[in-house]
């Protein structure tokens, strides 16, 4: 029983502790995904504020979440599939939108 719980302590650890390294960079990217997209569809002037804001509030909930992830390598797939999936997003929504800041 006492083998159990530390390896699964050991696992929320770990989890926790790619959630917070791999989490930021995914909450900007989606931030930029938020602003690029409230750009397109002429928001208003509080696009870039907003798009600030919410990059903490995705950092939280992106550490919330990985904790339901029941597994190390599960935990580094899912965040690293997640940063690229943002990132290809943003570029791409770059490249088709122009220069528009």
């Known amino acids: 029983m006492a083998k159990d719980s ?21 909450a ?3 931030s ?12 208003g002037p509080v696009v870039g504020q907003l798009a600030m804001w919410v990059v903490y509030p ?4 992106v550490i919330a979440l990985v904790f339901l992830v029941s597994s190390k390598r599960a ?7 997640g940063n690229a999936l943002a990132a290809g997003a943003f570029y791409l929504m770059a490249l088709a939108g122009g220069s528009a800041a």
């Open 6 to 26: 530390t390896q699964r302590d050991q696992v929320l650890l770990h989890n926790g502790v790619v959630a917070l390294v791999l989490g930021y960079p995914l």
């Open 28 to 30: 900007i990217a989606l």
């Open 32 to 43: 930029g995904v938020l602003h690029r997209l409230m750009q397109w569809l002429d928001a």
């Open 58 to 61: 995705l950092w939280v909930s």
């Open 75 to 81: 935990c580094w797939t899912w965040l690293a599939l």
